[in-house]
Structures are given as C-alpha cells and as structure tokens.
C-alpha cells in the first residue's frame, strides 16, 4: 500500500489533493448510487473482513456528504457497517499486535482501517446526534400520538444505537493500537476526532437524565482512555472548562467524568489542572461568564463530594475567590471546605500539618458567617449543620460557633434565619456534652465540684513544700560568688582574725557537724566563713570521706568539696544524706504523682462542667429567640422554628417548655403544612410514649398531657383540645386504656393530686368532642363524684366537670337533627341546683366560675332551661333573704357597733353579690338561648314541614312552579321567614323577658341601685358583681340599654376599682356589637380609657378597641391617636398589643394614611405636651406603612400645608420630622419644591431645617444626574434661608434677577407677555416694565386654611373656634377621590 490515511481537521480536505501518498476520495457517489453501493460495501464485509473500509471508504464517505438527502435506513445500514468494522478490528488487533511479526506494508495497512473506520464511525455520530436534536426541538410543539410516529423512527432507534457505537469505540481504543504509529505517537488529529464525538455526545440536554446514565458512563469511559493512553489530559482539561460555561446543565455530569478519570484510571493531576483553570478566572472574566458561574460552582461542589482528598492540594487556588464579587463561587469554595473537613480532615488522629489545615478551613468557613450576601451566609451555616451533623467540629470550636449562630437569628434573610435554626438543633442534637442541656440543673453540680477543686488545690500546697527550688539549683545560682570567695581565700595575704574566735570549738564538733555547718552557712550566703571552715577543715579530718579531696588543696578541690557538701552526692542513700538538705525534685516527685492526677481529672471535669453550662446558656438564649419567630410569616421558618421547639424539649433544655406551649395555638393556622408540623410535634412529645406494656404506655401518654395541662390559659387547654381530639379520632391502640387511665384518675381510685384530678375530667371532656359515649356513658359518675355532696369542697373540679360535660352538647359538637337534651327532672340538674344554690350563701371566691358553667350548661343541655333556672334564681333569693333576716340589712352605712355585726355584713354583701351574679349569668344566656337555640330550632321545623310539604303535593300548574323557583333563586322564601322568626325573638326579649312576673324583673330595680350608689354599696366584690350583671341585662333589650346607658359610663369614668372599669368596657365592647347605633356617640368615651392609670384597663380598652376597629363594628376616627401613644405603653404586652393594632390596620385600604393627619395635629398639640422623642418614635412606625408613591405625594402636600395653621416651633418641628419620615421620590419632592412658600419662613429654626435637609441629603445619593442637580439647588436654597433668612435671600434672588435682566437689555429683543411665576419653579423673566422703580401696592391678605381627616368632620385639635379660618382648601379630599381609583 503506498498511500497514507491522514485524518482531517474538515471533511472537504480529503476530495482536495495534499501531499505525496495521501490518501484522497477520488468519487463522490450520488444519493441515487448509494444503496447499490452499500450492499456492495456489505458483501466485502463479509468476504474480506474490516480491511474493506479500505477499498469502500467513498462509500461511507458519500453518506456523510449526503447525510441530509438519504433515507434514514442508508445512515442506519452504513452505521451498521462501521460499527462491524470496528469491531472486527477490535477481534484482530490483539493477534497481530501481540505476534510482533507486523511488516512495514501490513501495519501501515491496519493503521488506515483503524483510522478510516474511527473517523467514518465519529463523524457519522455526530451527524445523527445532530439530527436526533433537530427533530427533537422541531417535534416537541405536537401533540398527540402524531410525535411518536414522526420522530420514532430516527429519534428512538438512535437512542438504543449510541451506547453501541461508544462500546465499539471503547473496545478498540482499550487496544494497544499506539503501536500501529510511528514511535508510538499518535497524532492528535486522530485523538481529537474520537473526543469531538465523545463531547458532542455530551451536549445532548438529555444526558443528565437518570435514564442516559448508561450512555453518560460510556462517554466518560473512552474519554477516560483518551486521558490516560493517549495524552489528552490537557485537551479535556480546557474542553471542560468550555463545557461548563457553555452548558450549565453539565456541572454534575462534568465533576462525575473528572471524579472517574481521577479514581479508575490514575489520572490525579486532571482534578489539579480544572482547578486551577477556575481558580485563575478573574473577577472581569468571571463577571463575562454568566451562567457559567453557576455552572462552575456547581462542579466544585459535585466534585467536592466525589474527590474530596485530591482537591486538597490545590484548594489554595480557589480560595482567592472567596474575596471575590461572585456569592455563587464563594458558595461552591466554602461548600468545598466543608466537604474535605467532613470527609477529609476529622477524628483525633490527624498530624500537625492537618491540623493546622482544618483550623485554616474552619476560621476561613467562620469569617464568612457575615457574608456580605445573604446566600453565602445561609449556605456557610449549612455546612456548619453537615459538619455538626458528621461530628467533625472540634469541641473548642463549640461555644464561639453557636455565639455566631444565635446571631444570625437575626438575620433580615429569612433564609439564613432558617439556616441558623437549623444548626442550632444540630448542635442540641449532636452536642458532647449531656443529654439534658438545663444551665438550672448543671449550676449545683459546677458549684460543687468547683468547691472540690478548690479543696484539692489547697491540699495540694500543703504538701508541696515552699522551696522548690533544687539543692543543684541553688548551687548554680552561688557558685560565681563562691568562685570568687574562693579565689580570695587562696590569695596569701587574705585576713583571717574573724575565723579565729571560731578554731578552739573545731577540733571538738564531728566531721559530720562540720558538713552540716558548712552547707547552712552556704544556705545562709556566708560564703567567706564556709571556704575558710572548708579550708581549715581538712587538716582537722584528714580521713573524713567530707574533706578527702582536699589534700591537694586548690581553686578546683575546694569549689567541689563544697558542692558536695551543700548538693550531696547523685546517688547517695538517705541515711547518708544531710538531713537539712534540699530535698532533690526526683524523691519528692514520686509521692505526689496520684495526686497530681486526681487533680488534672477533677480540673477536667470542671472545666467540661463550664463548657457545658456555656452551651445551654447559649442554648436557651436561642430559645428566647426563636419562640418568637413561631409567628413569622413565612411558613418554612415557622417550621424549622417547631422542630427547633421540639428537639429542645426533648433535651430538657430550662424554658422549652415555654416554645412547646407558644406553639400550640398554631393547630388553627390556615396553613395546612404548619398545623401539620404542630400536630406531628405533639405527637412526638406527648401522644408517642414509651413503655413496656399498653398500660405503661397509657399511664406515660396521661402524665404528660396532665403536666401540660397544669396552669396552663384557657387559649393553651382550647388549643390542646384540637389535638386531643385528633388523637382520639384516629384509630389507635391506646385509646381505651386512655380513658379508662383518665377515670380511674378522675374517680379518684388511685391516690391522685388535686390538678392532676382536674386535668384528667377536662381531658375526658375532650375526648367526648370525638365520641360522645365517653362522657355520656359515665354522667351518672361524673355527677357523684364532682356534683355530688362534696361539691362544695371542691368547685373547680366540679367547673371543669361541667365543661367536660359540655363537649356532648350539640352547641359544641354543631350536630344536625333533632336537638339532644336532658328532662328537666333529670339528676344532673338537681345537682346543680342544690350546689349553685347552697353555694350562694358561702363566700367560696371559685363559686362565680362555677356558678357560670353551670347555668351554660343547663341553657345548653336542659329541655325547659327557663323554668329551672327560675326556680333557681327564687330558690337562691329566699336563701339569701333568710341571711338577711338573721344577720341584719345588708347596708353597710349603718353603725357597726360590734366586729361580729361587720363581719355578718361582710357575709351578707359576698350572697348579695353572688345572687346578682346569677342573675346577670341567667340574663345572658337567656337571650343566647333564645338567639341560638330556639331561633335554630324554629329553622329546622320550618325546613321539615317545607319538605313535607313539597311532598304531600307538587306545584299546581307549570306557572305556579316557575314562580316557586325564581322566588327561591332570589332568596325570598328562606329570607320572609327568617326574618318573622328574629322578630319574633326580638320581640319576646323586648316584651315578656323583663315583664311583670318574670323573676329576672325582679332583680333589675336592685341591679340599678347598687350601680348608682357607689358611697353606699362600696363593697368591692358587690360592685363588680351589679355592674357586671346591669351590662348582661342591657344585652336583652334596646330600651334597657338606652335607660342605663349612661349609668353605665358613669360607672366606666368614676369607679375607682380597676377590675370594674375592666369588666365594663369588656361589657361595653358587647353592647356596641349588639347596638352599634346606641353606642356610637359615646366612642370617645372608651378611647379615653386608652389612657387610664390602671396597666390591667389600658389593656382591656386596647384589646376590646382592636376588635371593634378591625372587625368594622366601630368606626375609626381621630382618637385613634391614643392607640399611637400606647405604642410607648411602658407595659411591653400593651405596646405589642398596640403595633399589632396598626398592623392590621394598615392592611385595610388607606386607612391609616386617612388618619396621619389628625393623628400628628393630635399628638402635637402643646397641651398634650409629649416629648419630642417619643413623637419621632411613634411617627417612624406609622410612617412605615405608607408605602404607595401616590399617598406619599398626598402626604407630603397635606403635612406641608399644615405648616400655615401651625403656631408653635415645636408643632412645626413635628411636621418637619414626619416630613422627613417619608420616602420621598421625585414626584414627592417636586410637590415638596411646590409648596414652598408653605414652611419658608420657619426655616430658621433647626428643628425644621435639619429634617427637611436630610430629605434632599437621602434623595442626593440615588438621584440621576439630572434630578440630582435639582436637588442639590434646592439644598444650597435651603441653607441659605437658614443662615441669611427668607427676606435676605428672596432681596438678593431680586436683585440678581434685576442685574441679568439689565445686561439682556443692551441687545434689544422682542417683547414678549409677562408671565407670573412661582417661586420654586423657575426663575421669572423681566421686561422692561420691570426696571421702574415699583409703587407700593397693598398686599393681600392670604387666606387662611383649615383642614379636616377624610373620615372626621371634627375641628383640628391644634385651632381653637376662634383661629378656626373662614376659608377652607379641599385638598385632602381631592387626593383622597384620587387615590381610590
């Protein structure tokens, strides 16, 4: 073969000519031709093998030219073909590569097949790859089954051929082929074509599909082999980068290829080349990218999960742009570093240097807690959660981490908000510390064990001695000054007349005493007297082992024999030791080594003691946190908030407790996923006990419903209620045991504590919402235990009996159908009877509740409530009569000569005070009665007897039915007769409820009297008790209501019990729903309690006023300005009561931005005299509700001209500053600019220089060139008034204007009509006219201009009748008409 095979970079290269022996298509077949040729190309297959690609490559190649115009069975035989090909050299390769008796002739032949067949094979791919694509997008519109049938034919068969054709290629390219090549070099060209194909492949959008994750390994597979066999490792490194930022979709697929090429075939460098490609893209370059930022951070992160350990070297590199501007590259690095601390860089065992790398990644990962973006952040905290979760955080790291967290609780992005509650229950959940986190419970064990550490430490200094330092120590730190003595001492003319006083008593001590004296006079550094008895010593005892070595006496000898002697010798017995010598650390170390470690374990245990009080401090600080955040908006926080509730409950963490309760009223959110969150986390705490046995488990199950329960609000037992009748409506195992756990309880034949007793019956209560037989079953033993003779012991079980016992009403369990009721003879009404009445004459202060259930129930339950509650009331009167009669009047005016006599006077007004009462309770639910039970009842027997009839008889005739139908299409019949059925109600309570005869007429007179003579009837309970009840007897008629009205506000005004002017404006708030058009003139009557002195009545007026307000009953006007003042309430729940009043109320259309005005013309109005500071504060809260630029606008024009009816600074100062509190924009500013004239001539005073100067400063940073040059004069305009003043600044504008118009003078012009102008909008332009000198013309007078609210009519508050001004500018209504549309 003399020709050569050279790939080409372009198809067309190979019709042209090239070189010598290169191999050219010398025909170029027709589309016409081909199939004869194909089966041509098909025969020598099959006779000559794979080798006849190189007799028929034009065939194949001509397929390729005319890929577009052949039928797709000719692209489908042809790659059939190829693939046989390449596969047949696949089988006989191996033999022939292995023999190594290849000649020149035949290996050039082999190297052509392969080379022809791989590149008809590739470019024949990527054709039907692109093909496949296009029919997929021009496809995709259709619908129906028509799509199948048109892009089933190539479509789907080439989706079942590509992963053949990449196994062909794998099975080949898997050859030692490079040996077919010169040197083994194979050329890129060859290489390039085979990854061209292998990347086009990848482009495909389906490719990361789960169902192309056969045809996704392939692929990565052969370019796995082309990175490791044939050197293309940098090729794929810059094909990867192209992918990712041309593709997004990629990233996962990409990091999966990178990840394999490093793991299965060796290939580790590649992970290092990627990232540094990344790593070196600048903040330009990356800022260009676009989507593929996302895409490469998307790879980091995959790939980090892959290869966490082969990114380590080369993470350097990426850590650059974590100062970059990109949040999503930051994101990927951090995530990165996470991975390789999880995975990587965690357990006890890592060396220095991966020490020091983890701390590295840990405080970087810590810096971006505070990220400038709000994604970074929440995605750093994220991984803070893995790494908690994977317990690769240091246990030093615990306590500054979670201070960070509990920070970012604060967040304004609800999604790092999120994040750090996550983390937190994370880090209760894994912490090392304990299982129970309650900084209580930890204080006494810390203080404890930090008093015997103290112990420990003081034991510890009694044994160690005071000198610690060593004899040898010692020895070093003399022996300069002993060298020196001794060099004097040798000297022969030294002195030694005070040694001799000392010779005669030598010769009679030991060698051993003289040691002894020589060591202690070194201790005590007389160092001249020890060298001289040294000295001396040696002729006294010359065979002393002391002194031997000094018999050569010199500098050396003497300066050791005394180390000897004040040291001792190294290895000495202690016999032979000096006894006052310095102990040597060796002896002494060894008696203290177990008491050196007992006292590092117990220094452990308190400092791991500390590090655990730190933790559930931290803890419970987030606690306090996030229970507020149970109310959020945002229903994902919300969860993550339950969660938090319940993972801190389940560790005992101190006031969990407090965030299981708050989050209880959220079982009647409307947001099904958080009811379902709080249902679910009930479940877990309270309704999934442990336990061996059903009874165990029951008895778990009560206990801790029961705990709940106690001292637990009204709202919290409602709430749990929902709950429990979730749980009892389910079908469980443990329901039975439940209740007969609750009965047992209740009955009291188990030793039970009073609350539990109570918490038990209400349980069973709430359990009778589910099913009714609970309760209804066991009446008879509900009504001798709790009703029976020892009632009285006892009342608040016996009211919470009743409220169980009110669940098996229909008035609670809103059923249909005839009405379940009790006979009036029935025991359970003699029970109550006996126990109200018997109670009346007592002075039990739980009586009242008591009392009131139970007329509540009897209305609800009883057949003839009426009639029993009659006789009660005259059976209760009589009691109280016969009191009376034995203890005296019940007047407490008159002279107690005795303190029996007042007590019994004291007794008499407690039973005076308990019959109003029930007489008030049978008023109230009389009229309730009449309303709702009778009224429905009436209902339902008109509806069955309208069935029966439609029944009994059809419509006469077809006219008559058409008009029947129209007549109930419009609503006539329900409606003629529900209305006869509320007259006749209305009537009854009118007329016969307090007629002659009636007992509750009886009590009226006596109710009225008490309330009018507050000197006479002071007690207190009394009071309470007639008030209260005069309101219920209001509620049954207008003409009631209208008698006592005004006695009733009396009452309201002067009483001086706080407790009676609650109750009365709670009474109050009743009757204006009941009577909005009686109470309505006396609205300022209850604005003003907003401000009384009592905490308890500013929150009952606050609570009750927001009802009526939002609830549309109760018209808002100008005294809403005292809803403002309590914003400041010094009461924090009033206060948050108050915002959230505004809160709501701004949710109503404009209503707050009608109301601004008078509320500031209110709030400064100087004889209120509120301070500057709290005006501000309040003004920036309702001003942050005014968000709309066209009420701004409005705003900023009404609060300007308010400046002119304005006569105080401070009043000026005050609209300045709400003026400032707007968000104004150029419309605003424009219409602020307009109404100069307004607030010019205050602008000297600073109180209303400085807010109006910080609106233009505000508006200057955001303002387009243009605008903000308008800004800027009108700034400089402003500060000049202020300095110079309004007269000053406005000569000079004139003069100026005069100056100009005088030069424009000498070049003559035509005249053109004066215009008038207003200052403010532009300069006014002069004529000639201009330049005489003016005449004096009297001014005119400017009008003066009052303004009204949009809801009231009423005179501002600032004007008095006499400044009131005749002439009025309607602009408030003006902009009001505008803004509605």
């Not at 120590?473 to 003319?493: F, G």
């Not at 008009?963 to 609503?971: I, K, N, Q, R, T």
Request: some cysteine; proline content about 4%; overall charge negative.
């Amino acid at each position: 073969m003399s020709w050569d095979f050279i790939v080409p970079v372009c198809m067309h290269d190979l019709v042209k000519s090239g070189a010598v022996n290169q191999y050219v298509v010398q025909d170029v077949l027709s589309a016409k031709q081909l199939p004869t040729h194909i089966k041509s190309f098909k025969a020598a297959l099959r006779s000559q093998g794979p080798l006849c690609i190189l007799e028929h490559f034009d065939t194949a190649y001509s397929v390729l030219q005319h890929c577009r115009t052949v039928d797709v069975a000719v692209k489908e035989d042809t790659l059939e073909i190829l693939v046989q090909v390449v596969r047949g050299l696949s089988v006989s390769l191996p033999t022939l590569l292995l023999s190594g008796s290849l000649s020149a002739v035949d290996r050039k032949q082999q190297l052509n097949a392969v080379k022809m067949s791989v590149f008809l094979l590739c470019k024949l791919t990527e054709t039907l790859e692109s093909d496949s694509y296009r029919e997929t997008i021009v496809t995709a519109p259709s619908k129906g089954r028509k799509k199948d049938k048109v892009a089933g034919k190539g479509l789907l068969q080439w989706d079942s051929e590509r992963e053949t054709v990449l196994q062909c290629l794998t099975q080949l390219l898997q050859l030692d082929i490079r040996t077919l090549w010169s040197l083994s070099l194979v050329e890129e060209e060859f290489v390039s074509c085979v990854t061209c194909c292998c990347y086009k492949l990848l482009e495909n959008p389906t490719i990361s599909h789960v169902k192309s994750k056969s045809t996704r390994d392939a692929i990565i597979h052969v370019l796995g082999i082309m990175v490791k066999k044939y050197n293309h490792m940098l090729g794929a490194c810059v094909k990867v980068i192209q992918l990712l930022q041309h593709f997004e979709q990629l990233a996962s697929v990409c990091a999966q290829a990178v990840a394999a090429w490093s793991t299965e075939y060796g290939v580790k460098a590649i992970v290092g080349e990627i990232m540094r490609e990344i790593g070196q893209k600048s903040s330009e370059e990356l800022a260009r990218e676009g989507s593929g930022v996302k895409a490469f951070s998307s790879f980091l992160s995959e790939l980090s999960t892959l290869v966490p350990e082969t990114m380590i070297p080369n993470i350097s590199v990426l850590l650059t742009h974590l100062e970059g501007e990109s949040p999503s590259l930051r994101v990927a690095v951090c995530e990165v570093l996470g991975e390789v601390l999880v995975r990587v860089l965690s357990g006890d065992k890592l060396d220095d240097s991966a020490r020091a790398s983890r701390d590295r990644f840990l405080d970087t990962l810590q810096e971006h807690i505070h990220d400038a973006h709000s994604h970074v952040r929440a995605r750093v905290l994220q991984v803070y959660a893995r790494i908690v979760n994977s317990k690769a955080l240091p246990l030093c790291r615990y306590t500054e981490v979670m201070e960070l967290t509990v920070g970012r609780l604060g967040d304004k992005s609800v999604h790092v908000c999120k994040s750090a509650i996550q983390l937190l229950a994370a880090f209760i959940a894994h912490n090392p510390y304990s299982c129970k986190l309650s900084s209580v419970d930890l204080k006494k064990p810390l203080e404890k064990e930090m008093a015997k550490l103290k112990e420990m430490r003081d034991a510890e200094k009694e044994h160690v001695p005071i000198a610690v330092i060593t004899a040898a120590d010692l020895w070093d730190a003399m022996k300069p000054e002993v060298e020196m003595t001794v060099k004097a001492q040798l000297e022969p003319d030294t002195d030694e007349e005070e040694d001799e006083e000392e010779e005669e008593g030598e010769e009679e001590r030991s060698d051993r005493d003289t040691a002894l004296q020589i060591a202690q006079l070194l201790r005590e550094s007389k160092y001249r007297k020890a060298v001289g008895l040294c000295m001396r010593a040696h002729s006294l005892f010359p065979e002393s082992s002391f002194f031997s070595d000094l018999a050569n006496l010199n500098a050396e000898t003497l300066i050791n024999t005394l180390a000897l002697l004040f040291k001792g010798p190294e290895q000495e017995t202690p016999e032979a030791l000096p006894s006052d010598a310095p102990p040597t650390p060796q002896k002494e170390g060894g008696g203290n080594e177990g008491r050196e470690s007992e006292l590092k374990k117990q220094e452990m245990l308190v400092q791991y003691l500390k590090d655990t009080e730190s933790f559930a401090l931290q803890v419970e600080r987030a606690i306090a946190v996030i229970n507020n955040m149970l109310y959020w908006k945002t229903t994902t926080v919300v969860q993550e908030a339950v969660q938090f509730c319940v993972t801190a409950f389940e560790f005992s963490v101190a006031n969990s407790v407090c965030g299981v309760r708050k989050m209880l009223p959220l079982v009647w959110s409307t947001d099904v996923t958080i009811k379902d969150a709080v249902i679910q986390a009930y479940r877990r705490l309270y309704l999934n006990p442990h336990g061996d046995n059903t009874r165990a488990k029951a008895q778990t199950l009560v206990d801790n419903l029961s705990d709940l329960m106690i001292d637990a609000s009204l709202g919290t037992i409602q709430c749990l209620e929902e709950i429990v009748q979730e749980f009892f409506s389910s079908e469980s195992a443990l329901q039975t045991s439940v209740v007969q756990v609750l009965w047992e309880r209740f009955s009291g034949k188990r030793e039970t504590k009073a609350l539990h007793r109570r918490a038990a019956v209400l349980l069973l209560g709430m359990a009778a919402r589910a099913e009714r037989e609970v309760v209804l079953s066991n009446l008879d033993t509900l009504c001798s235990v709790a009703l029976g003779e020892k009632v009285a012991e006892d009342y608040l079980l016996a009211r919470d009996a009743l409220i169980t016992i009110v669940n098996i009403t229909d008035h609670v369990r809103q059923s249909k159908g005839v009405p379940f009721r009790l006979p009036m003879d029935h025991h359970l009404f003699s029970c109550l009877s006996q126990a109200i009445a018997d109670g009346v004459v007592q002075s039990d202060p739980h009586w009242q509740t008591f009392m009131e259930q139970a007329v509540r129930l009897i209305y609800f339950l009883a057949e003839s409530p009426d009639q029993l509650c009659s006789c009660l009331l005259q059976r209760s009167a009589h009691l109280l009569l016969e009191q009376i009669t034995e203890g005296g009047e019940p007047n407490q005016t008159q002279k107690q000569e005795a303190g029996s006599q007042g007590s019994e006077e004291q007794v008499n007004c407690v039973s005076l005070a308990q019959v109003l009462s029930l007489c008030g309770a049978v008023a109230f639910w009389q009229v309730s009665h009449l309303e709702r039970s009778v009224s429905a009842e009436l209902r339902r027997r008109r509806g069955e007897k309208e069935e029966k009839e439609e029944k009994e008889k059809a419509p006469a005739n077809k006219k008559e039915a058409n008009d029947s139908c129209v007549e109930e299409e419009l609503g006539l019949v329900g409606a003629s007769a529900e209305d006869t059925e509320a007259e006749f109600i209305r009537k009854i309570c009118e007329t016969e409820l307090l007629a002659e005869g009636n007992m509750l007429s009886a009590f009226l007179p006596l109710l009225v009297k008490v309330c009018s003579s507050p000197g006479k009837y002071s007690h207190p309970q009394l009071t309470t008790a007639a008030c209260l009840a005069l309101s219920q007897y209001m509620m049954i008629s207008p003409s009631v209501c209208k008698d006592n009205v005004r006695l009733l506000f009396t009452v309201l005004e002067k009483s001086t019990l706080p407790v009676v002017r609650a109750n009365t404006i709670v009474a109050l708030g009743d009757l204006t729903v009941r009577f909005p058009n009686m109470l309505e003139p006396w609205t300022p009557n209850l604005y003003a309690r907003l401000s009384d002195d009592s905490s308890s009545v500013r929150l009952t007026a606050i609570t009750v006023l927001t009802q009526l307000v939002l609830k549309d009953v109760m018209k808002v006007k100008g005294q809403v300005s005292e809803v403002a003042v309590l914003l400041l309430d010094p009461e924090p729940h009033i206060a948050s009561l108050a915002l959230n009043f505004f809160n709501e109320l701004s949710a109503k259309d404009n209503a707050i931005y009608n109301l601004l005005p008078d509320i500031i013309s209110r709030l400064s109005d100087p004889e209120r005299g509120m301070k500057e500071e709290d005006f501000n504060t309040i003004m920036k809260q309702l001003f942050s509700y005014i968000t709309k630029e066209r009420q701004t606008e409005s705003l900023v024009e009404k609060l300007c001209q308010r400046f002119r009816t304005a006569k105080t600074e401070r009043q000026w100062a005050d609209l300045a500053v709400s003026l400032s509190l707007l968000s104004v924009c150029e419309r605003g500013f424009k219409k602020l600019q307009e109404c100069w004239d307004c607030y010019s001539d205050k602008l000297t005073e600073p109180g209303v220089y400085q807010p109006l100067l910080s609106i233009a400063t505000k508006l200057r940073r955001r303002a387009k060139p243009q605008f903000k040059a308008q800004v800027e004069d009108y700034e400089k305009r402003l500060t000049a008034v202020h300095t110079k003043g309004l007269e000053n600044v406005e000569g000079d504008e004139r003069e100026e204007q005069i100056d100009t118009q005088s030069q424009k003078l000498q070049t003559p012009q035509p005249q053109k009509g004066v215009r008038r102008t207003t200052r403010g909008r532009g300069k006014p332009k002069l004529d000639d006219s201009d330049l005489v000198t003016p005449r004096k013309t009297r001014a005119r007078p400017k009008p003066k201009i009052t303004f009204t609210s949009d809801e009231e009519e009423e005179e501002d508050a600032v004007m008095a009748e006499s400044e009131t001004p005749k002439v009025t500018t309607p602009i408030a209504r003006t902009r009001r008409t505008r803004l509605r549309h």
